[in-house]
């Protein structure tokens, strides 16, 4: 069968896209930028890969009209304030086009929406919902409330906040209720109601076998994890503090964490358990699906994190856009150093940030990644996937990740820390020579200013970091 997969660069569709691949179908990738859609050679022959921005309605003509199904997997809960209207108006064009083509069933991946009073992000969903079933082929909706897997954006924040601290003092919505999930039991349901008549032009809950609060949530993480946590819950703490609290302890956003904070509130408790038994899936307990998580975490194989996605900052961008860095009006800090043992130095350079840091003058860049926390930029708590592989499009700490080539040997970033004006770090093997260039396009005086103000730091951080990368690669040669 041919399958439309939209978002095919996110959490769930990175991981949907092998589960589709090895059931025999063809997987049409429909993503919003080429550039950063990396999917590993195995797979490449049994796929396709279209650019499509749902806002645009021109692109959506890419969609090929010989599909069987499509999967609706877009969301963009705090990329904007006015996202409610953005994802209908997604919503509206993409069941436009669909309607269009061969295809007998969308299926899309909701959140649990029982309750008549609903945050603004569930309330958006229950929207989009209304809208893709007024299409002309049969439609399926699967709900669901916290998914568990290694990369979620929920295992991500409760691992940053029972690992971080181990006395909570915390808002009153950690009693709510809800039914958590793990990701693999969310990808057999999505699979398995594929083309499955028994599914079609219905909605379903999908949970996990237990009910718990959040705080029950919190406890049981650190329970798997050995370690010893008091939580009390106050009823003081107000949503924009509850915001704040939830978006300086973790690697969230503050949009995101107010989205989050919002939607906490609402009990998500499945319904019934219909789809399990109309699938035969038995879904594994919220226990198990901590264990499996943490066993891809040990393992370095998380195969999709929440931190990659646009979600994770306030930028969207087009990757290609920024390849080409800029020179006219920038200020450029370069440095050249002779290298003897290159591949060392690329492996050392693969390996930056998250837990290894940069390498010199690490406490100044956790000053820095605090002062972004600060004025509302992402810090640097959303470290790296992987810690051996960098792909196009990957968060890493502050910045995002738009060309990185191993066997040529050169790394660009892109900052995504708040600042008055674009920054690039790039990293380039130039024969036996590594070239470490900082560049700075500033916005006005300010920008200027700015760049002044921090340019000793600069002097220290950027000599610092060269010298120790190749000094680190040439000693093992």
Excluded at 166 to 182: A, D, E, F, H
Excluded at 238 to 249: K, N
Excluded at 253 to 259: C, D, E, N, P, V
């Amino acid at each position: 069968m041919k399958i439309l997969l939209t978002g095919a660069t996110g959490y769930i569709g990175k991981r949907l896209l092998p589960v589709l691949v090895e059931k025999g179908h063809h997987v049409v990738c429909s993503v919003r930028d080429v550039s950063r859609f990396n999917p590993p050679k195995s797979l490449r022959n049994n796929i396709s890969i279209i650019q499509v921005d749902l806002l645009k309605k021109e692109t959506l003509k890419n969609i090929p009209t010989d599909i069987d199904a499509a999967y609706y997997l877009v969301h963009s809960m705090s990329t904007s304030k006015k996202y409610k209207v953005l994802e209908k108006e997604s919503a509206v064009n993409f069941r436009t086009q669909i309607d269009k083509t061969d295809a007998k069933q969308v299926i899309y991946l909701s959140g649990i929406v029982n309750e008549s009073d609903l945050s603004e992000h569930l309330l958006s969903r229950k929207e989009v919902e209304q809208e893709l079933e007024n299409g002309n082929c049969h439609f399926t909706c699967l709900r669901a409330g916290i998914i568990v897997g290694s990369g979620s954006a929920s295992f991500e924040i409760m691992r940053d906040l029972v690992e971080k601290l181990p006395i909570m003092i915390t808002p009153k919505w950690l009693q709510t209720k809800c039914q958590p999930i793990g990701v693999t039991d969310v990808l057999k349901f999505l699979s398995s109601s594929l083309l499955n008549p028994k599914t079609y032009d219905k909605n379903f809950d999908i949970g996990g076998p237990d009910i718990l609060s959040y705080k029950e949530m919190l406890l049981g993480f650190a329970k798997v994890r050995n370690l010893r946590r008091k939580i009390w819950t106050v009823p003081v703490m107000t949503p924009r503090l509850s915001s704040y609290w939830l978006y300086f302890v973790t690697s969230t956003s503050y949009k995101l964490a107010t989205s989050l904070v919002d939607s906490m509130k609402v009990e998500v408790v499945c319904r019934n358990s219909e789809l399990n038994n109309i699938l035969n899936i038995t879904p594994i307990s919220y226990k198990e699906s901590l264990s499996k998580a943490f066993l891809k975490v040990e393992n370095n194989e998380i195969a999709s994190s929440w931190k990659d996605a646009y979600s994770s900052s306030d930028i969207k961008i087009i990757v290609s856009d920024f390849i080409t860095v800029p020179s006219h009006g920038c200020f450029i800090d370069e440095r050249k150093r002779k290298v003897k043992n290159l591949n060392g130095c690329k492996n050392k350079i693969w390996s930056i940030g998250g837990k290894n840091g940069w390498y010199y003058g690490n406490w100044l860049w956790r000053l820095r990644g605090f002062l972004d926390k600060i004025f509302g930029g992402v810090g640097l708590r959303r470290g790296r996937t992987n810690q051996d592989k960098i792909s196009v499009g990957d968060a890493l700490d502050f910045w995002r990740v738009l060309y990185a080539d191993k066997g040529e040997g050169r790394l660009l970033l892109f900052a995504e820390m708040k600042l008055p004006g674009e920054a690039w770090l790039e990293f380039r093997i130039d024969g036996k020579e590594l070239i470490q260039t900082a560049t700075f396009r500033p916005l006005g005086i300010l920008g200027r200013l700015y760049w002044y103000s921090v340019l000793p730091f600069h002097g220290l951080i950027f000599r610092g970091m060269i010298n120790k990368l190749v000094k680190a690669t040439n000693l093992n040669d």
